[in-house]
């Protein structure tokens, strides 16, 4: 890439665009001291992509889940995308609730802001609303605040809240993933909805325009995330799936780890998907491929543990959901640690 199109002082890491991953653990480790976690009806606590609690006199568990889709509405912003979000923001939420084997019913949105005006606001909620009837689930309502002071003016923040139904005896925990069980990788279509801190701050706007055979940069950073919602609850119908990670901030190594009992490690090749074009643009300017690994999901946007019994029809069940699924390592005994080869 020629050095016109890259900002002269380009980050090659999270924590030099201003995001810091260590923090992001410390906060973790300090939630996990204050919050609740004695209380015997909670089956997912902090750690889980989803909390996951029993509902009393039933054999049901509720589902809830919160996260946004970070600085990428910035680049929706400028360039027009807005209406696109929403299902950036609908989706990141159903792949983290699907996780624990739990059918997404309701939603919520947030959006914080200085100055967007009414048809913005408008354009972002009708492409949330969309988002959801997509996946059946119920918009029911949702929060606008208006924070001069705490935002900057022509930026805004915009986050989900979801909540689904899972029947008790078939929440997905990990806890029975045992040495050799297989990966399964279902490769992303990109970014999704993480690492934009870093990703926005390598382009300047000639860079944001350039094409790869035919596609430009902006297009390919602004591709929404995907829902693996129908291949993984196709899946979950058929076959006792063991564990499921969605490869969001911190990686596919942070993210699996997530769903790793004590006694196995996950060994995982990087290979085992085509890695969209964008990450090889992104590492091609200096940000070295340690830190890639570390912040993006490097092609993978979901990792299913199945027994090694039940892989081939796993494959044939996700095929023919169209999830495009990948063989991408194996469990084996160790410490609860998840390495690349």
């Not at 069980?181 to 990109?190: F, K």
């Not at 929404?224 to 564990?243: M, Q």
């Amino acid at each position: 890439m020629s050095s016109s199109c890259v900002n002269n002082r380009t980050p090659r890491t999270y924590s030099e665009s201003g995001v810091s991953l260590e923090l992001a653990s410390v906060v973790g480790q300090s939630l996990s001291r204050i919050l609740d976690f004695d209380d015997k009806s909670i089956v997912v606590g902090l750690g889980g992509f989803a909390g996951v609690i029993e509902i009393p006199g039933t054999d049901l568990c509720l589902a809830v889940s919160a996260d946004s889709i970070g600085t990428k509405t910035i680049l929706a912003a400028k360039y027009g995308r807005l209406p696109t979000i929403g299902y950036d923001l609908v989706n990141h939420c159903v792949d983290d609730s699907i996780c624990h084997g739990a059918s997404p019913i309701v939603f919520l949105d947030y959006i914080g802001h200085v100055d967007l005006s009414a048809e913005a606001i408008s354009e972002v909620v009708s492409g949330v609303a969309n988002a959801c009837r997509g996946e059946g689930i119920v918009l029911i309502g949702g929060e606008t605040a208006q924070l001069p002071g705490v935002l900057r003016d022509s930026v805004f923040d915009l986050v989900g809240f979801i909540a689904g139904i899972a029947h008790r005896n078939r929440i997905i925990d990990g806890n029975g993933i045992c040495a050799g069980d297989r990966i399964i990788a279902l490769p992303s279509n990109g970014l999704h909805t993480n690492g934009y801190s870093l990703a926005r701050k390598i382009f300047d706007d000639d860079a944001l325009e350039r094409q790869y055979n035919g596609v430009s940069v902006k297009d390919m950073l602004l591709a929404p995330h995907t829902s693996y919602r129908k291949p993984v609850v196709a899946l979950t119908e058929y076959i006792t799936v063991k564990g499921i990670a969605h490869i969001t901030g911190g990686g596919i190594r942070k993210n699996l780890a997530r769903i790793l009992p004590d006694d196995v490690d996950a060994v995982v090749r990087k290979d085992c998907v085509q890695i969209p074009e964008i990450f090889s643009i992104i590492e091609s300017i200096g940000v070295p491929e340690n830190e890639m690994y570390d912040v993006f999901n490097m092609g993978i946007g979901m990792l299913v543990v199945v027994a090694k019994s039940d892989i081939t029809e796993s494959f044939d069940i996700l095929n023919k959901h169209g999830a495009k699924p990948a063989d991408a390592g194996t469990i084996v005994k160790g410490t609860g640690q998840v390495s690349l080869e």
